[in-house]
């Protein structure tokens, strides 16, 4: 049983990866504190269940449209946020706990407040010796780990990618060098906002969508952010799968309502005893030396 479960948290963490590694992006790129992160994960749940409604597609395959979708979204929220860019850190922080409360009323006016969930398009699991998983939760995860290893890739082996760590890095630095750094934070910003809509429209497959739902994915996100340290894509990927099996296994072993509580202690206590983030040393890409324009 103690496998199951532990195999259960890692297929979730999978999905977990994507929301923190997108908030962890922005905040390492632009430094932007975005309270309304899980509410973009929302959208992305949202979009997924309307593309479903009009066209019948899954997740598994609507996911493809919900990127786009909410990358166009993010840009739009990085227009009213931009100004803040390089200010009072207090403003990011009003200015996107507003923006949650504008997008969580208007999901509320577009789709009342009733709990929303998908089909499921499977019926059965794979079954390997005792272990049972859920053919929903691997598809979500396999996507998730997929799109995991692009981004990484694109992060390290391209010149886009390249130009986000350099900002990231030092923005002086590598605008000095021809960085256009307006543009990587805005396509910094839309990236990990794309990231969250795609691990809600998977999420969809294993909870409901209702539109005040962001504080709660807005929060997680956050204790993965910190966890795994301020700014650190792979330290955030690192902490998503611990957070993922802690999850499962105090839903298990405790109950589902002490889930958010055993992470939150924990949480607490790595910030007393590490508070710079329990992987914060996690690093799979050297600091950049040379810069190409972008």
């Given at each position: 049983?103690?496998?199951?479960?532990?195999?259960?948290?890692?297929?979730l963490?999978?999905?977990?990866?994507?929301?923190?590694?997108?908030?962890?992006?922005?905040?390492?790129?632009s430094?932007?504190?975005?309270?309304?992160?899980?509410?973009?994960?929302?959208?992305?749940?949202?979009?997924?269940?309307?593309?479903?409604?009009?066209?019948?597609?899954?997740?598994?395959?609507?996911?493809?449209?919900?990127?786009?979708?909410?990358?166009?979204?993010?840009?739009?929220?990085f227009?009213?946020?931009?100004?803040?860019?390089?200010?009072?850190?207090?403003?990011?922080?009003?200015?996107?706990?507003?923006?949650?409360?504008?997008?969580?009323?208007?999901?509320?006016?577009?789709?009342?407040?009733?709990?929303?969930t998908?089909?499921?398009?499977?019926?059965?699991?794979l079954?390997?010796?005792?272990?049972?998983?859920?053919?929903?939760s691997?598809?979500?995860?396999?996507?998730?780990?997929?799109?995991?290893?692009?981004?990484?890739?694109?992060?390290?082996?391209?010149?886009?990618?390249?130009?986000?760590?350099a900002?990231?890095?030092?923005?002086?630095?590598?605008?000095?060098?021809?960085?256009?750094?307006?543009l990587?934070?805005?396509?910094?910003f839309?990236?990990?906002?794309?990231?969250?809509?795609?691990?809600?429209?998977?999420?969809?497959?294993?909870?409901?969508?209702?539109?005040?739902a962001?504080?709660?994915?807005?929060?997680?996100?956050?204790?993965?952010?910190?966890?795994?340290?301020?700014?650190?894509?792979?330290?955030?990927?690192?902490?998503?799968?611990?957070?993922?099996?802690?999850?499962?296994?105090?839903?298990?072993?405790?109950?589902?309502?002490?889930?958010q509580?055993?992470?939150?202690?924990?949480?607490?206590?790595?910030?007393?005893?590490?508070?710079?983030?329990?992987?914060?040393?996690?690093?799979?890409?050297?600091?950049?030396?040379?810069?190409?324009?972008?």
């Amino acid at each position: 049983m103690l496998l199951q479960l532990i195999i259960s948290g890692i297929l979730l963490g999978g999905v977990y990866a994507l929301t923190s590694m997108g908030l962890s992006l922005v905040f390492g790129v632009s430094k932007i504190i975005n309270f309304a992160h899980g509410d973009f994960v929302v959208i992305g749940m949202y979009s997924a269940l309307s593309i479903y409604y009009v066209t019948g597609l899954g997740p598994y395959i609507s996911w493809i449209l919900v990127i786009p979708i909410s990358f166009a979204i993010g840009w739009l929220a990085f227009q009213l946020i931009k100004k803040t860019i390089g200010g009072e850190e207090i403003n990011q922080i009003f200015i996107t706990i507003g923006l949650s409360m504008v997008i969580q009323n208007l999901l509320l006016m577009t789709f009342k407040s009733d709990y929303r969930t998908m089909k499921s398009s499977f019926s059965s699991s794979l079954e390997i010796g005792n272990i049972y998983i859920s053919y929903e939760s691997l598809l979500a995860f396999l996507i998730a780990v997929a799109v995991t290893i692009a981004f990484l890739w694109f992060l390290n082996r391209t010149d886009l990618g390249r130009a986000m760590r350099a900002v990231s890095q030092d923005k002086d630095a590598a605008s000095l060098m021809g960085v256009k750094v307006e543009l990587i934070n805005v396509l910094a910003f839309g990236l990990g906002i794309a990231m969250a809509g795609l691990a809600g429209g998977l999420l969809l497959t294993m909870y409901a969508a209702y539109p005040t739902a962001g504080g709660v994915y807005n929060l997680l996100a956050w204790v993965i952010v910190v966890l795994g340290g301020l700014g650190q894509v792979e330290g955030a990927l690192a902490a998503a799968f611990l957070i993922g099996i802690c999850e499962t296994l105090t839903g298990f072993y405790i109950g589902p309502d002490f889930r958010q509580v055993v992470y939150y202690l924990f949480f607490i206590a790595i910030l007393i005893i590490r508070p710079q983030g329990l992987f914060s040393g996690i690093r799979m890409h050297k600091k950049v030396k040379h810069e190409t324009t972008a």
